[in-house]
């Protein structure tokens, strides 16, 4: 069907930005009407009640990154987009890039520093 990868590749490229611009414009438009239909502390008090979802689905997405890393891997290395040492090299680096997600939830996603702070502030008065 396709002559060649260049033309798989813009074909994917093509449709998965359609896809991000498609799922922006309605989640925009879901918001608009959400801040006409309600007040700012009514959405505020939304977001606040899914915060501990939203920081559930991103723990989740690295996890499974964890686990599907060496599947992952094995393909690239089977398909040839990457050769043996390549291969373990990425395999062994799996878990220092989890650990630099988890911290990385920690201090954004969490405000772990946010939280260091006040508590820092909060014993000096």
Same mark, same amino acid.
């Given at each position: 069907?396709?002559?060649?990868?260049?033309?798989? !590749?813009?074909?994917?490229?093509?449709?998965? @930005?359609?896809? &991000?611009?498609? =799922?922006?414009?309605? @989640?925009?438009?879901?918001?608009?009407?959400?801040?006409?239909?309600?007040?700012?502390?009514e959405?505020?008090?939304?977001?606040?009640?899914?915060?501990?979802?939203?920081?559930?689905?991103? =723990?989740?997405?690295?996890?499974?990154? &964890?686990?599907?890393?060496?599947?992952?891997?094995?393909?690239?290395?089977?398909?040839? !987009?990457?050769?043996?040492?390549?291969?373990?090299?990425?395999? &062994?680096l799996?878990?220092?890039?989890? @650990?630099?997600?988890v911290l990385?939830?920690?201090?954004?996603?969490?405000? =772990?520093?946010?939280?260091?702070?006040?508590?820092?502030?909060?014993?000096? &008065?």
């Amino acid at each position: 069907m396709f002559r060649s990868g260049i033309v798989v !590749r813009r074909y994917w490229f093509l449709l998965l @930005t359609l896809l &991000a611009f498609v =799922l922006a414009v309605g @989640t925009g438009g879901i918001l608009w009407y959400s801040v006409e239909m309600s007040s700012i502390s009514e959405i505020q008090s939304r977001v606040d009640a899914m915060k501990p979802v939203f920081a559930g689905i991103r =723990l989740f997405l690295i996890a499974v990154m &964890a686990m599907a890393w060496p599947f992952l891997v094995n393909g690239l290395h089977r398909w040839g !987009r990457i050769d043996a040492v390549q291969a373990s090299t990425m395999r &062994a680096l799996r878990w220092r890039i989890v @650990t630099w997600l988890v911290l990385i939830e920690l201090v954004l996603g969490q405000n =772990l520093l946010g939280q260091v702070f006040t508590m820092l502030q909060g014993s000096r &008065a």
